[in-house]
C-alpha cells in the first residue's frame, strides 16, 4: 500500500542511497525517472518572459494614438492579465526549481526504484508498490511515425505516475528490466539473500513481513544529508503567478490606457478625431473642447461658403462666444462682398440697390431663407370679349382661333416657373445660393397676402388682346413653315381667307417687392408683348392651336424676364436690356 513520510524522517543510509539513487550514481538505477531540473524549466520562462514582452509590447502600441479607438476595454483588460499570468507562473515554477535544488539534496522528481514507484517532487515522499498499479504502455504515432512511449501506473489511491521514453527499443528495454527486477526480488525473497535484496530494493530494511513498507515514525534525523522546507509562497508557482498577474496586468492595462489618452488627444487634427477623442478621452477634455471647436470653425473657413459658417453656429452652440462672433463676422463679410459685386453690375437706380441692401440685410440676419416669387392668377376677362366681338365681326369668313380657352391657370403654371428660374439664373452669377436664393412661392390667391417673415417679388399680371395705336387687334397668321408674322406689318393686305388667323395679346405685370420690416414696397410696372415673328414648332403636320398660343406667351414672358432682369442689373456690353418690346427674330422651337 501506500507510504507518505518525510524525507528526513529515513535512515541516513536510506538517504545517502536515495540520493545516489536520483543522480545515477548509486544502486538501484531507476528504471524510470521523470526529473525537476532548473534548466528546462529557466528555457521555458525565458521563452515565456518573451513571448509575454512582445505580447505587451503588440498591446501597448496598437492603435496607441488613434483617437477613433477608446483604448482597452474589460477584454483587453483580461487579456493582459493573461499574459502575465503565463510568464509569471513559468518564471515562479522556475524559481521554485531552484529553491528545490538548494533545499533538496536529491535531485526532485518522479522516479520508478526497484519495485517501488517514488514521488520525490518535495521532501515528503510518496510510495507505492509497483505492483499494487494497474500499468498503461501506450506507444505514440503521429502520421505513422513513432514519437514516444508514455508509461503510466495508476495506484489504488489515485495520483498517477507517468512516464515518457523515447526511442522506442529504449522503451522495450525499461519493459524487459522492469520484469527482471520483479522476477528478481521476487526470488531473493524467497531464498531469504538479504545482501542482493537491499542492492535491488531501496527500502528492502523497511518493510514487514507481507512486504508491505512500513513509513517511519521516528523524528527527523538531525545527521547531515536533511532536506530543507520549501516556503509556502515558493511551493505553489500558480498561486504566485496570479498573485502577480493580478497585480501586473491592472497595472499595465492602467498605463497604457493613459498613455493611449495622451497620444490620442496629440494625434487629433480634425473636428471628426476631436469628437471621437471627446467620447471617450480624459485627461484632456477641456483642451480638446477647445481645440474641437477652433479647429471646427477653420474647417468651416476652408469652405469658402455662407453654409459651413452657418452649420458650425448651429451644430456647436456651446462654442465660446469668441468663436461664434467670429464665424458671424465671417458671414457678414460673405455679405458684403457679395453687395459689394452687385453694385459693379446694378442698374443705374438707386431705389434697385436701395432694395437689394436690405433684402441682403434681411437675408443675412434671417440664414438666407431666400426670396419668394409668387404669382397671383392671372386676369383674362378681356380675351373672352374680344373673343365673342371678332367673331361677330368676321363670320364665316375668316378663320379666328379664339383666346380665352389657351389661357387658364392650368397654363400659366410652367410659364410662371420659367420666370423663377430665369430670375435665379441671373441672380445666381452674382449671389450665392447660401446668400441670396429665387425659390417659386406658388400661386397666391387673389384676397390672399404675401408671407410676412420672407422677402418676397408678388407679381400681378393681366392678359388681354393686343391692339395697335389706332385700336385695332394685332392678328397673327401662319405661313410657311410654321413662322407666325403679323400680316401687314411691313405693308398694307387683307387679310388671308382659308388660314388660321390668331389674334395678338399682351401682358401687364404689376410687380411689387417687399422686405419684412420696411413698409415702402418697391413697385414695377411692365408691360410685354411678343414679338412681330415668332416661329412654332410643328413636328409632324400643323401646330395645335394652344401650341401657338403657347409659344406666343412664352415669347412675351422673355421681355418679361429681360425687363425684370433690366430693374436690377445694368446691360452687359456690347447689348442692351430690351425696353419696348423683344428683338424681331424668330424663336425656333
Known sequence: MQANFHFNQLPKSIRERFIAATKNQGSPVPLLAERQTPGGMTAWAVVAVLAAAFGMHFLWHRELDQPYDAGYGIPGLLIMCGVALVAT?????????????????????????????????????????????????????????????????????????????RPRHAAEAVIDEIEKTLRLIAVVKQIGDTEVLNKVDLFAGMRDDAGGLVPPTRSPDPVQPLAGDIPGALARPALVGLVLAAAIGPGVWYLRQNAHDDAAFHNTHSSHALRAYLDWGKRHRGDAQQRFFEISLDEARRLGSVTGLREFLQQHADAPEALKAKARAEIHTFFVDALAKFKTVAADDPEAV??????????????????????????????????????????????????????????????????????????????????????????????????????????????????????????????????????????????????????????????????????????????????????????????????VYSVMTSRAFDELQAKLSGAFFAAPAGGDVPAGGAPDEAYPE
Open 354 to 547: 436701395a432694395f437689394v441692401e436690405r433684402l441682403l440685410a434681411y437675408e443675412e440676419e434671417h440664414d438666407s431663407p431666400g426670396l419668394l416669387v409668387q404669382f397671383r392668377p392671372p386676369a383674362t376677362a378681356g380675351l373672352g370679349e374680344m373673343d365673342t366681338m371678332v367673331k361677330e365681326i368676321a363670320g364665316s369668313e375668316y378663320d379666328f382661333v379664339a383666346l380665352a380657352p389657351h389661357f387658364g391657370d392650368d397654363t400659366a403654371g410652367t410659364r410662371e416657373q420659367e420666370i423663377v428660374s430665369g430670375l435665379g439664373t441671373g441672380f445666381g452669377a452674382v449671389f450665392a445660393q447660401d446668400i441670396l436664393s429665387m425659390k417659386n412661392g406658388g400661386r397666391l390667391a387673389a384676397d390672399a397676402q404675401p408671407a410676412a417673415d420672407r422677402a418676397s417679388i408678388e407679381v400681378s399680371y393681366e392678359v388681354r388682346p393686343y391692339v395697335d395705336d389706332t385700336g385695332e387687334p394685332v392678328i397673327y397668321v401662319m405661313s410657311e413653315p410654321y413662322d407666325l408674322p403679323i400680316p401687314g406689318a411691313d405693308e398694307d393686305e387683307e387679310l388671308p381667307k382659308g388660314k388660321k388667323l390668331y389674334l395678338g395679346i399682351e401682358v401687364s405685370f404689376d410687380v411689387q417687392m417687399r422686405v419684412p420690416g420696411h413698409a415702402d414696397a418697391r413697385k414695377l410696372t411692365l408691360l410685354v408683348r411678343p414679338p412681330e415673328r415668332f416661329t412654332v414648332g410643328g413636328g409632324y403636320g400643323d401646330p395645335s392651336d394652344s401650341n
Open 89 to 165: 507562473w513559468t518564471v515562479a515554477a522556475a524559481a521554485l526549481r531552484f529553491v528545490k535544488k538548494s533545499r533538496l539534496p536529491f535531485t526532485p522528481g518522479v522516479y520508478l526504484l526497484g519495485g517501488d514507484l517514488i514521488d520525490a517532487r518535495t521532501a515528503k515522499l510518496r510510495v507505492v508498490p509497483l505492483m499494487s498499479c494497474r500499468p498503461q504502455i501506450v506507444h505514440h504515432h503521429y502520421n505513422g511515425a513513432y514519437v514516444r512511449t508514455e508509461f503510466k501506473f495508476s495506484p489504488p489511491t489515485g495520483g498517477d505516475f507517468s512516464f515518457s521514453v
